[in-house]
Structure formats: C-alpha cells, structure tokens
C-alpha cells in the first residue's frame, strides 16, 4: 500500500475536536496532519449545519461567563473578524450559546491550521488500521481519490466523533443505553427570506404554536423542544426541529450504514414538513430554505471507554478530578423519543461547571491513542452534556498537548505528567477549572 506521510501526530476528522487537538499538536512544534472525509473543517458544526456553538459559556452562580478559551477562542476571533459570529443569545433563561456562520467557520478553520502548520489531508476516508502487536497502531488506511493509502504516527488521535479509529484498533467502546439506543438525529436547515420585525422573538411562541397545530390536527411534529433561531443577518434562521427514527421508533443509528441512508431522506421530508409549518408563522410567510447541509447531524455514536466515564452526575454535581484538563459547562441534553429533556445543576448555587478529567481521553489497551471530542469516554448521560462543541474544544486542545508531552518524554499519552499537561494548557490560555480563576466576561 502506497504510503502517504509519516507523521509524529495523525488526527482523524476535522470537527471541534480535530481541529483543536491539530493546532494544540503542530503548535506544540510535532509534525502534525489532520485527515478529514469532507473538503472542509468544522464537523456536524459546519456538515450538518449546527451553526450555533454550546458549552463554551457557564452559568457561575447566576452569572454568564466563557469558561472555554484556549483554541476556542482562537476560532471564534478569526470567525469573528470574517463577520460570522452573532454575540452570544440565551437559552432557556439560562445559559449561552453563540451562533455562526459555517462559511466564515469553515475559512477560519482552515485559517487556522495554516497558521500554526498542521498538513490537512481532505477527502480521506479513514478506513482501518494496521496494528503492530495488538496494542500500538501502525497505520491508519484512508481511502482517497487516489486510491488507498497509509498514514503512519507515532500518537493517533481520533476525533471522528464515532471513535473508527478507535474501534478498529480494538479499543472498548459503548453504543447507545443497554439496549443499544443512541440520543436521535436531526436534520439540521437554514431559512432565509424571515421578516425579522413581524417575527420578533418567535423562538418563544413557536412552541405553542406547534401545540395548537397538533391540537387542531393540522401538523404533526416528531418531537417537541423546536429551536428555531436567527443567525447573524436576522432575516436568515437556523431549525432545529427535527427527529429521525428507525420504524420501530428507536433512534437512528450513525454507524449503521441503511439507518444513515434512511435517516437522510426522511430527514429532508421532516425538514420540508416542518418548513410547510414555519411558513404559518407570522414573519415567515416568504421565508425559503438556502440550506439542507451535506449531512444528517449524528449526535451519538460509540463511546470509547478510557480510564474514566464522565456520568450525568458528574454534570449536575459539578465534577471536580485531579487530572483536570478543562471544564463543561453545558447542562444535561437528552434527545429522547418525542422530545428534548434539559437538566442543569442548581442555579445560582452551584458553580455551574464540571472538570473534565484526562482519562476520558485515554482509551483502554491501545497505547499510541487518545480519543476526543463527543467519542471520549463518557457514560451516555454524560456525552449528552459534554459532547457539545466547547467541551470538544477542551478535550481536541488536550489531546493535541498531550501527545506533543507524550513524545516529548518518549512515554505513552497514558503516562504523561499531568501536572505538565496542566500548566502547559494554562500557558496556552486555556482555563481548566482546579485554583484558576474563572475567566470574567462572555
Ligand atoms: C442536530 C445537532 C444539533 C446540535 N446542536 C449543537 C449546538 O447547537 N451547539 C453545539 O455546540 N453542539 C451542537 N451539537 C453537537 C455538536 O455539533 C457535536 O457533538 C460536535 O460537533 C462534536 O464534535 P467532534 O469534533 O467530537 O465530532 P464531529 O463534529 O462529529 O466531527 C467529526 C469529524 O470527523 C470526520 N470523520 C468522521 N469519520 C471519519 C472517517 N472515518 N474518516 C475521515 N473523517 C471522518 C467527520 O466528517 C467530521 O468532520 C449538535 C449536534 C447535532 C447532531
């Protein structure tokens, strides 16, 4: 097989959590390539057309703070000054969130990992693995244009957000509850064409407009807790209104090829259905979709178990571990059958945030690896908090140092000095919860 580089570091997929873990590593002066399916950054943020980062912010006893920074905020300055960040909106009356643009997402990515000199490998499918003893990876295969190919590394990193790489290479990983079911899917979409004043806040009244609708036996909807919301240019908005099923009800599952084929057209039929509805919303009268994104927005897959799971108690409680690398200030997040189920730890009386420890991103047996992002080793209460884009942000930016400190130290990820990893990402400006200070403003 034809060998496409050696590299020190080779992460796979370009979401949050890739593109920190790339920067935090080539920044970190090791020869570093990112290989990614598509022809751009960003992952279900920009595929599947999120628009719109949580957990970067935390409600600290009542007060609004950006709690992720480090590469995050890197990206969002560059998002920034391309004109494509909203300021921050609240949700639900009690937490931040911040919504972009994926085009300006997508350039300032790239931006990004030019500047700090990581190799990007686009149009790579990772495909499998070739071992060496059963515990390290050799090579990762991707499948190009081209043809097939090998990348070879001393420290992989996978960041695909469905833990393959971690997964051929025979590292434990869970699926959904007991019973194998995953948080649903949704297909994501963007309108345009709202009139803005007519509509004013209608993220609020369409809830209730949604229940008339059923009540009068007009729509029927396939889940409730619908967001809808105005991106930078108010007469364009994002939807969020969808759920995607198997015929039996139970959740699409994103590693299931048929499933995935099934879910991305009925996706776009609930998406149209749904835009059939918006359009009886007063303000959305002339409103059209300018977006159905390349992909159907996959929330949960496999789960790599690594030395510890963060739970949904270690969410509500506010977590506190040794081995801190940053923190999650976003709440519980359910995306159950027919509906959204938000649980936050009290307000104001909790600080609002938990740690997030190293070990969720050490997987068991496989030596040269670390997993990050919404793969990382979580329970499935856990991931359905910590999988959003802040916490991937912490855990990509942790894993990148982390296999820079591995080589650095000629040791395994697994046993690196934490306390270096700590105070390296402290330099780098990240906050990682433990005596800092939480960082003041939003
Ligand atoms: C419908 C929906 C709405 C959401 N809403 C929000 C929200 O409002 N705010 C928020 O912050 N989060 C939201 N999330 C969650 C968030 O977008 C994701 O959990 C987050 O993007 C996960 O980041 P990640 O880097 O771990 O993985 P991903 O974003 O999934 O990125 C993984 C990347 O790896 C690539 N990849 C995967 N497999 C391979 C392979 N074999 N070879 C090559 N490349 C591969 C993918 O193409 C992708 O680019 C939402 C998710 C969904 C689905």
Not at 47 to 58: R, S
Not at 393 to 422: C, H, W, Y
Request: charged share 20%; aromatic share 8%.
């Amino acid at each position: 097989m034809p060998l496409y580089g050696e590299y020190e570091v080779a992460v796979l997929g370009g979401g949050p959590a890739g593109i920190a873990a790339a920067v935090a590593a080539a920044r970190a002066g090791r020869r570093t390539l990112l290989i990614e399916r598509y022809g751009f950054l960003g992952g279900m943020g920009t595929a599947a057309g999120v628009t719109n980062f949580c957990g970067l912010h935390g409600n600290v006893h009542g007060k609004m703070h950006r709690l992720v920074q480090g590469i995050a905020s890197e990206l969002l300055a560059r998002i920034d000054r391309l004109g494509g960040l909203n300021a921050p909106h609240l949700v639900l009356g009690k937490i931040f969130a911040q919504a972009y643009d994926t085009a300006a997402y997508k350039i300032a990515a790239d931006d990004l990992l030019a500047a700090h000199k990581v190799d990007v490998l686009f149009h790579a499918l990772g495909a499998g693995v070739v071992m060496n003893d059963g515990m390290r990876i050799n090579a990762l295969m991707v499948e190009t244009k081209g043809g097939r190919r090998a990348v070879r590394a001393n420290i992989f990193i996978d960041c695909s957000g469905d833990g393959d790489l971690a997964a051929w290479a025979g590292a434990p990983f869970e699926l959904g509850d007991a019973a194998g079911h995953t948080l649903y899917p949704s297909m994501m979409f963007r309108i345009n064409g709202v009139d803005p004043d007519k509509a004013g806040e209608a993220w609020r009244t369409i809830p209730q407009l949604m229940e008339e609708a059923e009540r009068k036996g007009t729509h029927k909807f396939p889940r409730k807790g619908a967001i809808v919301r105005p991106q930078r240019h108010a007469q364009e908005w994002r939807v969020n209104f969808t759920q995607l099923a198997r015929a039996d009800g139970s959740a699409i599952n994103g590693v299931e090829p048929e499933d995935l084929t099934r879910g991305e057209i009925d996706g776009r039929r609930q998406a149209v259905e749904a835009f059939n509805f918006l359009r009886t919303v007063p303000g959305f009268e002339n409103s059209y979709i300018i977006d159905l994104p390349p992909q159907l927005g996959i929330r949960e897959t496999r789960r790599v178990v690594g030395g510890y799971q963060l739970t949904g108690e270690d969410v509500l409680a506010c977590a506190s571990f040794e081995d801190s690398i940053g923190v999650n200030g976003w709440p519980i997040e359910a995306h159950i059958a027919g509906d959204v189920i938000f649980r936050f730890p009290p307000i104001p009386e909790s600080r609002g945030y938990n740690e997030l420890p190293y070990r969720m991103l050490v997987p068991e047996k496989t030596e040269n690896l670390l997993v990050a992002g919404r793969c990382a080793s979580m329970t499935q209460e856990g991931q359905s908090a910590a999988r959003v884009s802040g916490a991937c942000f912490v855990m990509g930016e942790a894993a990148g140092l982390a296999a820079a400190t591995a080589l650095s130290g000629n040791t395994l990820p697994r046993e690196i000095a934490i306390d270096k990893l700590q105070q390296a990402l402290k330099e780098q400006g990240a906050f990682i919860g433990r005596d800092q200070a939480v960082p003041v403003g939003v």
